[in-house]
């Protein structure tokens, strides 16, 4: 199949940090006709930005969007209820109206799996095949982040949704491997059409001069929430300092924690020592990474979740840096495979501490290996235009058997 039309459906997408633009984008460089299903930019702003209030349809970089009306989220749970919400009922619409025919459907589930069901929709609507690429587990998130537990009846109630979801995909991708046994043990779902893709790395052009530090520099950048244990990083600067180490951090992002956070940094006085920098685009990260110590990449264990590859992980081993890895499964073993990494051997401040220590007392040679032995893995194993063409394949797979 020389031209496909794709059709696209993801509640998120640029200017909001997601690969699924990089994935569109390299589609629409292949010369295929690609039209994306997503929402109004909110991911990460405190409104929608005044450009997207009334825009509802444009192009970017030969992709077609189409943007959904969405409720802004706030810090509230029933505001992230709506959230969730407006863009399932909002897309569903469009999708129902949709009458251009495509060949194949591409979903990218990032949170919460109820986002895709649009795709679902138009993909039995008009007898073609839906592939879903699965990068956040449900109902097992809401789970991980305690957001309700497993005794709780809307859990229930979520477990069969979801199931139901996924079981109405055509075929499925998975962002890690333990995924796999996820969909066989929990969700009791057959896994014959179910393969592992890697997520593309999140790339961006470097915005700025690259940062040069007067002392050794820690740098994260990411969601502040629960599964990044953010306040054991923090807690952990404070016990390497107390043990004589000179020693910053930098700390980019924002999320549930980010008020937290930033007491904590006060009440342990560690303001001189940790800047917090808020959200910033990802070109500005790529200048504090540059000639960073170590970068922190960290993931709560527990659960299927807890042994997934960030996303984070693969843009990393890009820079050519440390890590300093805070992680299990999936994304521990594929560092360990690079080379390149620390591993804290616990989840505590103290064992942040150990780490974070052992990377500190090696000579700048033996870091500066380790850097380069995480920017070979990436040359050799995780390109963005090879991951994106992998996935462009199965659609193209997908779509032949469709017709």
Not at 71 to 79: G, M
Not at 125 to 133: D, I, N, Q, Y
Request: contains cysteine.
């Amino acid at each position: 199949m020389a031209v496909m039309k794709i059709l696209v459906v993801c509640m998120h997408y640029y200017p909001e940090p997601f690969t699924i633009s990089s994935i569109c984008e390299h589609f629409a460089r292949q010369g295929h006709d690609v039209l994306v299903v997503t929402s109004k930019p909110h991911y990460g702003y405190a409104e929608i930005p005044e450009r997207y209030r009334n825009l509802d349809d444009e192009v970017i970089n030969g992709v077609r969007v189409h943007r959904c009306d969405i409720t802004i989220r706030t810090e509230r749970k029933l505001s992230i209820i709506k959230n969730y919400l407006s863009f399932y009922f909002h897309a569903k619409k469009y999708v129902k109206k949709l009458k251009e025919n495509f060949d194949v459907v591409y979903s990218m589930s990032l949170s919460p799996i109820i986002s895709v069901s649009p795709a679902n929709i138009y993909a039995r609507k008009h007898h073609v095949k839906h592939v879903l690429h699965c990068l956040d587990l449900w109902p097992e998130s809401v789970l991980i982040t305690k957001a309700m537990g497993p005794h709780n009846p809307f859990y229930h109630l979520l477990y069969h949704w979801s199931r139901n979801i996924y079981r109405k995909a055509d075929e499925i991708l998975v962002s890690s491997p333990s995924f796999i046994d996820y969909f066989s043990n929990v969700l009791k779902l057959p896994t014959n059409n179910i393969w592992f893709v890697m997520q593309p790395p999140l790339l961006t052009e470097k915005i700025g001069e690259d940062k040069h530090y007067e002392v050794p520099t820690l740098v994260y950048a990411g969601n502040i929430g629960k599964l990044q244990m953010v306040k054991e990083i923090v807690k952990a600067i404070k016990i390497v300092k107390d043990d004589g180490y000179n020693v910053n951090l930098v700390l980019i992002g924002n999320g549930s924690e980010a008020e937290e956070v930033k007491g904590l940094i006060q009440e342990l006085r560690l303001e001189e020592h940790i800047s917090y920098l808020g959200m910033q685009p990802r070109g500005v990260t790529a200048a504090y990474y540059a000639n960073a110590t170590g970068i922190i990449i960290p993931l709560k264990q527990g659960g299927y979740v807890g042994k997934t590859i960030p996303n984070k992980l693969v843009s990393c081993l890009n820079e050519g840096r440390p890590i300093l890895a805070f992680l299990h499964g999936d994304g521990a073993r594929m560092l360990d495979q690079a080379r390149g990494s620390i591993f804290a051997k616990g989840e505590d401040a103290r064992a942040f501490a150990i780490a974070m220590e052992e990377l500190l007392s090696m000579p700048k040679e033996e870091r500066e290996k380790l850097g380069q032995n995480n920017r070979d893995f990436y040359l050799a194993k995780c390109q963005k235009d090879e991951i994106c063409q992998e996935i462009l394949t199965e659609l193209i797979e997908a779509a032949k058997s469709s017709s």
